[in-house]
DNA sequence: GCCCCTATTGCAATAGTTTGCAGTAGCGTC
DNA sequence: GACGCTACTGCAAACTATTGCAATAGGGGC
C-alpha cells in the first residue's frame, strides 16, 4: 500500500520512471508533488522556491535536473519567458506557447488558432517546425495597444 | 575636430544621446564602437567579451546598461536565444525574429512573409501586437526533420 | 534480506545578467 | 573656464541556471 498516491496524470509516474531505468527518489517525488498542485505554468526559480517551502534542504540544482527529467518523459515543457527564465508548461496534453506583453507585464497562453497559423507560417515558408510549446512571444496586450494610441 | 567619426548609421548617435539629455561617455563609445563592427547579431556576454578585448577594464553591467539605452533609442533590440541568453540584433531596420533548431543547433532570421503571418495570426484572434525582433522560435529546421523522418 | 551497479544527489564553482548605492564626471549655464 | 546638477560608472552582492565530481542510495538479482 501506498502511503500517498499522486494525483489525477501524475498516478504511474514512479512507474514510468523505473520502466526506463530511472530511479524513483524522493527529491523527485518532491518535485512532482509541487507540480501536481501546480496550475498551467510555473518558473524554475518559482518551483524551487516552493519546493524549499516544503523541504529546506532542497538543492536547486536537483530540481533542475529533474525538470529535465521530467520534460524527457514528456510530463512537463519548457520554454523561456520574456525575461528569458525558464518557464515550465505542467502536464502533457496542453502543449501552447506564450505571449508576454511588455508593458503590463501580463501573460496568457496563445490560442490555438493562433499558434497553428504560427506553425504553419514556418513551415510553408522555409519548412521550419515550430515547437508551439516553447514560443514566447513579446509585444502588446489588447488593452496596453489601446491605451497607447488613444 | 573629432578623431574618429563613427561608421555608417552610428554617426549621429552622440549628437542623440545628448539631445534626450543622455550623455556620451568613453565607456557608451567603447560598445557603440564595438557594435558598428558587429554584423546583425550578437550576444550580451560575447558583446561585453569584445569589448573587454579592446579595453580590459570593461565592466559588464556598464555594457548591459549601455545595451538597455540603445535599445531605448532603437539602435539595437534584443530577444532570447533558445538557451535564454541576451541576443542583440544589431542596427534599425532590420527588425527580425529568429528560428533555432534544437537539433543541429542552427538559427536563421525568420522571413519576413513568415513573420508578417505571425504578427497577423495573433492581431486577428487576440488583438496582440508582437513585437517581432524579439521572437526566437525553437524547433527543427527542414534538414533536421528531413533527417529525423529518414 | 543482502549485494552490487550505477543513477542520483549534494555541494561547490561558474557563467550570464541584474540591481543598489556611493562616488565620478558629462555638459549646459553663467 | 569654473560650477553645479544629475546621468553614469564601478563595484559588490544577489539571482537564475548549469556543470563536474565524489559520495550516496535505489532497486534488480541472488
Chains 1, 2 share one sequence.
Not at 527529467?69 to 528569458?84: F, I, K, P, S, Y
Amino acid at each position: 500500500m501506498e502511503r500517498r498516491t499522486l494525483p489525477a496524470p501524475w498516478t504511474d509516474v514512479p512507474e514510468r520512471f523505473r520502466r526506463r531505468g530511472m530511479r524513483w527518489t524522493p527529491q523527485r517525488r518532491a518535485v512532482v508533488e509541487v507540480l501536481a498542485e501546480t496550475d498551467g505554468h510555473i518558473t524554475g526559480a518559482a518551483l524551487v522556491e516552493r519546493c524549499r517551502a516544503r523541504d529546506a534542504q532542497t538543492i536547486p540544482s536537483t530540481v533542475y535536473r529533474t525538470l529535465d527529467v521530467l520534460e524527457e518523459l514528456g510530463l512537463v515543457r519548457h520554454g523561456h519567458g520574456a525575461n528569458g527564465r525558464e518557464e515550465y508548461h505542467v502536464g502533457p496534453g496542453s502543449e501552447h506557447g506564450h505571449m508576454h506583453c511588455a508593458a503590463c507585464g501580463g501573460s496568457w497562453e496563445i490560442p490555438h488558432e493562433a499558434a497553428d497559423r504560427i506553425v504553419g507560417a514556418l513551415a510553408d515558408t522555409v519548412n521550419f517546425e515550430v515547437d508551439v510549446s516553447h514560443v514566447t512571444v513579446v509585444g502588446r496586450c489588447r488593452d496596453c495597444s489601446r491605451r497607447a494610441s488613444a
